[in-house]
Antibody
Framework: EMQLVESGGGLVQPGGSLRLSCATS????????LHWVRQVPGKGLVWVAR????????DYADFVKGRFTISRDNAKNTVYLQMSSLTVEDTALYYC???????????WGQGTLVTVSS | QSALTQPPSASGSPGQSVTISCTGT?????????VSWYQQHPGKGPRLIIY???QRPSGVPDRFSGSKSGNTASLTVSGLQTEDEADYHC?????????FGGGTKLTVL
């Protein structure tokens, strides 16, 4: 069974940094592309970033370019999201999702909550 | 990228059918057949129910179907059941990025 488990969320002040982790199991991680998607509770989903097989091939939503970095550790089956220069608008539940190979997201974690507040 | 447009709510009685629309642009929904739909129950992560406009992953009941015309995609849920009450989100590939809709809350009356 495929599983993704996010961690690392919490309360951070505006301008601060945070690193999210997503530990995976149940599928061949090295060949899988991974995404981060966020959701303000009660609102819609918003795509944040994607990483393909290595750290050199990544894509980002315009609103996080230069502030967030997605990376992966194939030895640990884990994907990360390093977030910096955080603003209150970054407050959301952050989900990790696996790319299903048909431009979709076929398995999701339960999310980790990031709250940016002074 | 702007979010896809979905109605905030939809409803139907058990056994009925309901259709949820998802309107994008010629840069996303209209440009690619890479439209997906996700079901999300309260407090849970999303679940993929439709991909590539109208394909269902294994385990998803055939009561769920998808279609697309121009810049608008649609999800139809036939034979509504109480467990179908959830939020539904559409998504489209938009060229090395993805765009989602605002979500539709489906109520089974």
């Amino acid at each position: 069974e495929m599983q993704l488990v996010e961690s690392g969320g919490g309360l951070v002040q505006p301008g601060g940094s945070l690193r999210l982790s997503c530990a995976t199991s149940g599928f061949y991680f090295r060949d899988s592309y991974l995404h981060w998607v966020r959701q303000v509770p009660g609102k819609g989903l918003v795509w944040v970033a994607r990483i393909m097989r290595d750290d050199s091939d990544t894509d980002y939503a315009d609103f996080v370019k230069g502030r967030f970095t997605i990376s992966r550790d194939n030895a640990k089956n884990t994907v990360y999201l390093q977030m910096s220069s955080l603003t209150v608008e970054d407050t959301a539940l952050y989900y990790c999702a696996r790319d299903g190979g048909k431009w979709n997201h076929d398995c999701w974690g339960q999310g980790t909550l990031v709250t940016v507040s002074s | 990228q702007s979010a896809l447009t979905q109605p905030p709510s939809a409803s139907g009685s058990p056994g009925q059918s309901v259709t949820i629309s998802c309107t994008g642009t010629s840069s996303d929904v209209g440009a690619y057949n890479h439209v997906s739909w996700y079901q999300q129950h309260p407090g849970k992560g999303p679940r993929l129910i439709i991909y590539e406009v109208g394909q269902r992953p294994s385990g998803v009941p055939d009561r769920f179907s998808g279609s697309k015309s121009g810049n608008t995609a649609s999800l139809t849920v036939s034979g509504l059941q109480t467990e179908d009450e959830a939020d539904y989100h559409c998504s489209s590939y938009a060229g090395r990025s993805w765009v989602f809709g605002g979500g539709t809350k489906l109520t089974v009356l």
